[in-house]
C-alpha cells in the first residue's frame, strides 16, 4: 500500500496483515509503504529528493517525493521494486513534472538495475497524458491510467491525477475506488509479473 500527503508521525506500525516499511522524515506532505509480510520480504527502503518546484522554495511542503522498498515475493522468489511518488502541484510546470518522474525512475535503478518496478502515486499530471504516455513508452515504461478519475472536487482541475508507471509487469486493471477521507479517491492496482519477469538474483545487485 502506497500513501502520499499522510503524518509520518501518526502512522502505525501496522494495519491489519500490513506491515509499515518505512516513510519520509524530511517533510510534512509525507510519504510512506506498507507490505504483508507473510507474501513479501523487504531488503531495503530509501527515500529520494526530487528537483524541487517553486511551491517547494516557498512553502517548502515537501522535501522527499519518492520513497521505494525493494522486496522479493515469497511465494514466486520474484524480485521488485514498489514505489510511492507525489509529483510538484500544478503551481510547476509539466515538464518539471516530467523531469521528477524521469529521475524517480532512474533512482529506483539504482536499487537495482533489471528489475520489475511499479510506481505508484499522485503524479499531478491530469492533462496530456496521452503525449506523457508516449514519452514513457520511449524510456521503457508503462503508464497506466485508472478507469474513473481520480479527483473530481473542482471542475477545472478533474481528472486522472493517480496512477502508475511500471516496468516488467502486466497491468491487469487500475480500479478508482470510493472517496475516503482524502480529497483525491484511491486506486488499486492488479498486476502479474511479466513473462521475462527475472526471479530474485537474476537482476543486478543495488547500487551500494
Not at 84 to 107: D, G, M, V, W, Y
Request: aromatic fraction near 8%.
Amino acid at each position: 500500500m502506497c500513501l502520499q500527503e499522510c503524518d509520518t508521525n501518526d502512522l502505525p506500525d501496522t494495519i491489519g496483515d500490513l506491515h509499515l516499511a518505512d516513510s519520509t522524515k524530511g517533510n510534512r506532505l509525507g510519504l510512506a509503504i506498507y507490505y504483508r509480510m507473510d507474501r513479501f520480504t523487504a531488503y531495503e527502503t530509501k527515500t529520494f529528493a526530487l528537483k524541487k518546484s517553486l511551491h517547494d522554495r516557498v512553502l517548502t511542503p515537501a522535501h522527499e517525493r519518492l520513497i521505494g522498498t525493494r522486496v522479493v515475493d515469497n511465494e514466486t522468489d520474484h524480485d521488485l521494486v514498489i514505489a510511492s511518488f507525489h509529483a510538484a502541484p500544478l503551481t510547476a510546470s509539466n515538464s518539471l513534472r516530467r523531469n521528477q518522474i524521469h529521475a524517480a525512475h532512474a533512482e529506483l535503478m539504482s536499487m537495482g538495475g533489471g528489475l520489475m518496478s511499479l510506481m505508484v502515486g499522485d503524479f499531478n499530471y491530469p492533462f496530456f497524458t496521452k503525449s506523457l504516455t508516449a514519452q514513457m513508452k520511449d524510456a521503457g515504461y508503462d503508464l497506466t491510467l485508472s478507469d474513473r478519475r481520480t479527483y473530481t472536487r473542482y471542475k477545472v482541475f478533474k481528472g486522472h491525477f493517480d496512477f502508475a508507471t511500471s516496468q516488467g509487469l502486466n497491468i491487469e486493471s487500475v480500479e478508482t475506488l470510493p472517496r475516503g477521507a482524502s480529497d483525491h479517491l484511491p486506486i488499486l492496482i492488479s498486476a502479474e509479473y511479466g513473462l521475462d519477469a527475472p526471479a530474485a538474483g537474476d537482476a543486478s545487485s543495488p547500487a551500494a
